[in-house]
């Protein structure tokens, strides 16, 4: 055979395709003797005595040192399949929170497939005490409330802040709710409408906070921390005013009690808006209209009208014309179909209904207290004929805790009957 540079190219190409056919087989060769080694450990876990399937319990193949070859969790069912390499002696070892830990020595050789179904017996766990404090609210959240929670915090201890002082401040800076933080510095606040809001946090030594602007949309219940640093706080002189009725009085006034016990109910959650005969004091010789006084004090009114003639029930939207010293209330109430903003409150002197004329001549000499509330968060003793807000007038005590007005008719009769003896006598 004649050598020639052609049958040398194809004699070198066979070589090569003989080489690469030898590489392929000893490759598949190899591959199967992997995958007839490959053994299979399939089941299910269940708790003992209920056979109920165990998910997500921990199933573990280890070596005769007890090192992990292979772990699979289990699924809803319970089941496992675990593929491990070599033949030999193993541990398949199961754990699951709340049960006890099951070993079980298996056989496995190559190309075994070994269904074992491991029980798991129950094994309670003692937790630590858990102690949950909760603080039941007042009331429930009315249509078109929004609530706003959270504690009050001391900026460098992160400790709470009992007694501290919170207000909802509107975007005009007028107070829309307030009230004070427990011992766990915990409080709530709700507003009385949507819109923008700030909070202010106030206690002595901290300095005073007020919060971001807060948007509250319809219906919400936002959570919040406010944050207070100390500071050392220099007091001023003190001046001590003597009030001629003993502190131990201020609760027990005769025929007053409603309105104490109120005070003490709605006052510190700011669900109603109150003066006290000390704080009526202070305008008896600065105004003589009782609704000036509430203008001046009470968040809630916002107008005080002029003299004129209403024959006013009170409870309904503002329209017509008015008694002087009649104060229009604001409310988010939603009356006849259409929200309204201002309306004008019903009247009770002493606990009883009376029109607007019975009280349109007091002066704050006159009153021994004055409550404020607006809709919806109208006490009971009030809720007769769905009035949009109230004003209840309580009649000035003497020392003795009675009415005054009849001491005004008794000292105009004395003094009638003095003149008469003066003139008798000349």
């Not at 050789?109 to 094994?123: E, H, I, K, R, Y």
């Amino acid at each position: 055979m004649k050598w020639t540079r052609q049958t040398r190219i194809r004699v070198m190409e066979a070589r090569a395709r003989g080489i690469t056919l030898a590489a392929v087989l000893l490759l598949l060769g190899s591959t199967g003797a992997v995958a007839q080694q490959a053994s299979l450990v399939r089941g299910h876990v269940r708790e003992e005595g209920t056979r109920d399937p165990v998910t997500a319990a921990t199933v573990t193949v280890m070596d005769s040192t007890w090192k992990a070859v292979a772990a699979v969790m289990t699924g809803a069912d319970g089941s496992f399949v675990l593929a491990v390499l070599d033949s030999g002696n193993y541990r398949l070892q199961v754990e699951r929170l709340g049960y006890k830990t099951a070993v079980k020595p298996v056989r496995l050789s190559a190309g075994d497939t070994l269904d074992v179904d491991v029980p798991l017996s129950l094994a309670p766990l003692l937790l630590d005490q858990i102690l949950v404090s909760v603080r039941r609210a007042g009331r429930h959240l009315q249509i078109g409330e929004q609530l706003l929670y959270g504690r009050l915090l001391d900026d460098s201890t992160h400790e709470a802040i009992p007694g501290g002082t919170i207000r909802l401040l509107t975007g005009a800076g007028q107070v829309a709710a307030s009230t004070l933080s427990n011992d766990d510095g915990l409080f709530w606040l709700v507003s009385p409408r949507p819109g923008s809001y700030r909070m202010q946090a106030e206690r002595i030594g901290y300095k005073t906070v007020v919060s971001p602007e807060l948007k509250l949309m319809l219906g919400d219940s936002i959570g919040v921390n406010l944050y207070m640093s100390m500071q050392a706080v220099l007091l001023n002189p003190i001046t001590v005013t003597a009030s001629a009725r003993p502190w131990t009085n201020r609760g027990s006034v005769v025929g007053m009690d409603e309105f104490f016990s109120r005070y003490r109910i709605f006052g510190p959650v700011g669900y109603g808006e109150f003066m006290t005969r000390d704080s009526i004091a202070k305008w008896e010789n600065r105004t003589l209209s009782v609704g000036d006084m509430l203008r001046a004090n009470m968040p809630a009114v916002l107008d005080v009208v002029p003299v004129s003639g209403l024959s006013s029930a009170g409870g309904g939207d503002v329209s017509g014309a008015f008694l002087g010293g009649a104060v229009v209330l604001r409310n988010g109430r939603f009356f006849g179909g259409q929200l309204q903003t201002r309306c004008i409150p019903s009247y009770y002197l002493d606990g009883v209904s009376v029109p607007y004329e019975t009280v349109s001549t007091f002066q704050p000499g006159d009153l021994e207290g004055v409550e404020l509330y607006v809709s919806p968060n109208i006490p009971s003793q009030f809720s007769a004929g769905f009035p949009c807000g109230v004003v209840a007038y309580w009649s000035r005590r003497s020392a003795a805790h009675r009415f005054t007005q009849p001491t005004y008719i008794t000292g105009g009769i004395v003094a009638v009957l003095l003149a008469i003896g003066v003139f008798l006598v000349h």
